[in-house]
């Protein structure tokens, strides 16, 4: 007996098509990781920080100008040097009064140094009476500058090393992996202080120096991409219509690995931000009056139990960023690629 | 296994030899020079460099510096007259390297436990509280947490002491722990998904099925191979413990070859810097080349490849 489809009801559905039908729209790749990165409230509150530091990185040229910061008046430094933090409200440790190791009683700096009434500096001032905040601003300036151009050297460097390695294969790739080997096996200290040294201290020199330890492992991971991506049909696709090897690679390859580019960015800022803050403690980093996270910090360590605000500050901004960094960083690993993740 | 330790070794004499060679061109193209006394007569100067040997062409210069580096004689000090620099770094080398294994035997210990709690404990408030301190100790600078340390333990609440080296083990524990922090974050994190991994491995199933009790799964079977790929790990770690520690050393006054090696850039004395940089390679390609012999013993499939 054949069947008649008249003798059959359709149960829960208006239609066998609206059963077919798949409701989630399609996602493209960065739409989905920024569906799934939303969800993780930590890198998205790091992605905000950074983005209103970098924002206030740049717009703070127009009111924290360089020779602002820097400059001083040399008859006052008796009445502006190290005055502590004064948010102008009674809130201890944070309202112009220090207490001195030794002293049992609190003293307030502003009146003993003679402060006019009225001025106060909202983080303190350093050792020649120059505002904290304005240099703790330039500095973070300074800092973010060259963390972020020596990432972009290592992006360019490393992402071509990788894929023109990875790509050629063979001899070429054996010879280049064995010339990223010997690098890597000679500690970063060492490049960065040698190179410091060589090409002496300017913004460029550190940026340079920073560079040329950064780039290796950006290389390597993007080699092995690329040693996995030109397998792909649509590598091999387009290399049979007749591609050009540059082509493929700034269309195919290198669009198929940002997501793994874009992580080692986010991993390789702070270890910059960090080389720059570790020049400058031996000496080869940003030269006085220019001011760097780095160099605050280590210009005022001497000074650190008498007044630990003029370290903990930079310090504390130096953190941060990295943090900020390296939560991002993670977000995004997950976000690109959730099966990592999946516990 | 042996041809393998063989060929290894092998790279890495080869390697040191570049090393030598890289800073011994790049010291002399290094802007100044150490006798730049202007009160220095022609006469004098020539007899200094005579004493250094740098009246010598630059080929037979380069010759002696290689046969004495690999008799381990780096040269005379130019900034300690009549010291040699082997003789420097000998002194400093065992407080710098006591440093480094307390340092880095701490983390990985502190790593190990906190990694296997974490991955227990997966997505409850331990696991996050763990979560957020190995990321906090992966965004903090070695030196920066020395700093802090000094501030809290040395001065607002002054339990340890903050200078010295070789008078008392308490000197250490600042010291130590400021170090420590960065391979102990770096352990939790790996051990911690290393475990997860082999928590849902078929052999953990496998043992499940033949009725183990927990405790013994964790212990023998997820615990024991999560452990390995640690080693894998050592190297680069003992890489960040260099960076780390020559800072480190400034800030606690102890005298390793960090010390040194940051004393002789601003006085630019050239033997000195040469000297460290190559001992500091060494150190850290014979460190990556013991990790990397051990996993192979260790784990038998890493043998294969």
């Known amino acids: ?343 | 296994m042996w041809k393998y330790i063989l060929k290894r070794l092998g790279w890495l004499v080869f390697t040191l030899f570049l090393v030598i060679t890289a800073t011994f061109f790049l010291m002399q193209i290094m802007p100044g020079t150490p006798f730049n006394n202007p009160k220095l007569t022609p006469d004098a100067l020539a007899q200094l460099k005579a004493t250094y040997g740098l009246d010598l062409p630059l080929w037979q210069q380069y010759l002696n510096y290689l046969i004495g580096a690999a008799h381990g004689d780096f040269g005379i000090s130019f900034q300690y007259q009549n010291q040699p620099v082997s003789m420097l770094i000998g002194q400093r080398l065992p407080v710098s390297a006591a440093l480094g294994a307390q340092a880095l035997v701490v983390g990985v210990v502190a790593g190990l436990i906190m990694g296997a709690v974490s991955a227990r404990n997966k997505n409850n408030k331990i696991d996050g509280v763990l979560g957020i301190l190995s990321t906090l100790g992966i965004s903090v600078p070695s030196f920066i947490l020395g700093i802090v340390l000094v501030y809290l333990f040395g001065f607002q609440w002054p339990i340890f002491p903050v200078s010295g080296w070789g008078d008392s083990f308490s000197e250490t524990i600042l010291p130590t722990i400021a170090l420590a922090v960065s391979p102990a974050a770096i352990t939790t994190r790996f051990v911690r998904s290393e475990m997860i991994e082999s928590l849902s491995s078929d052999y953990v199933q496998l043992a499940k099925a033949k009725g183990l009790s927990d405790k013994e799964i964790v212990n023998k079977h997820a615990y024991r191979n999560s452990m390995i790929p640690v080693l894998t790990l050592i190297g680069p770690m003992a890489a960040g413990l260099l960076t780390g520690s020559t800072l480190i050393e400034q800030i606690f006054s102890i005298p390793g070859i960090g010390q040194q090696f940051v004393l002789s850039i601003p006085s630019k004395d050239f033997p000195v810097i040469m000297g460290t940089t190559i001992v500091y390679a060494a150190m850290l390609m014979f460190m990556i080349l013991i990790t990397d012999i051990l996993t192979a013993i260790v784990d038998p499939r890493v043998r294969l490849q």
């Open chain 1, 1 to 343: 007996m054949a069947a008649n489809t008249e003798d059959f009801v359709i149960v829960g559905a208006q239609s066998s098509d609206a059963n077919e039908h798949i409701s989630k729209p399609a996602l493209s790749f960065w739409q989905d990781a920024w569906r799934r990165l939303k969800l993780n409230k930590l890198a998205v509150i790091s992605m905000w920080f950074l983005i209103f530091i970098l924002a206030f990185a740049v717009v703070s040229n127009i009111f924290v100008p360089q020779k602002a910061a820097n400059a001083f008046n040399s008859d006052k430094v008796g009445v502006y040097k190290n005055l502590p933090p004064n948010s102008g409200l009674p809130i201890p440790g944070w309202d112009g009064k220090i207490k001195a190791p030794g002293d049992t009683t609190v003293t307030d700096v502003y009146a003993s140094q003679g402060v006019p009434d009225g001025e106060r500096f909202i983080l303190g001032t350093d050792n020649i009476g120059r505002s904290v905040a304005k240099r703790v601003i330039v500095g973070l300036r300074i800092s973010l500058l060259v963390a972020i151009v020596a990432t972009l050297i290592d992006l360019v460097i490393g992402v071509a090393y990788g894929v023109f390695s990875g790509w050629k294969g063979g001899w070429v790739d054996n010879v280049m992996q064995r010339i990223i080997e010997i690098l890597s096996s000679i500690p970063n200290l060492i490049i960065v202080t040698m190179l410091g040294l060589l090409l002496g201290s300017g913004i460029l020199s550190i940026i340079l120096a920073i560079a040329m330890t950064g780039w290796l492992s950006m290389a390597r991971q993007v080699r092995n991409m690329t040693l996995s991506l030109k397998e792909r049909d649509y590598v091999l696709a387009a290399k049979t219509l007749g591609e050009s090897s540059s082509k493929i690679a700034v269309k195919h390859l290198i669009p198929n690995m940002a997501g793994t580019i874009i992580v080692q960015i986010m991993m390789t800022v702070p270890s910059a931000i960090m080389f720059e803050a570790v020049l400058s403690a031996i000496n080869l980093g940003v030269k006085p009056p220019t001011a760097s996270l780095g160099s605050l910090i280590s210009d005022a360590q001497a000074m650190l139990q008498f007044y630990p605000y003029q370290v903990l500050i930079p310090s504390a901004m130096l953190v941060l960023i990295s943090l900020a960094f390296i939560l991002l960083g993670d977000g995004l690993r997950d976000a690109f690629d959730p099966r990592a993740s999946e516990d």
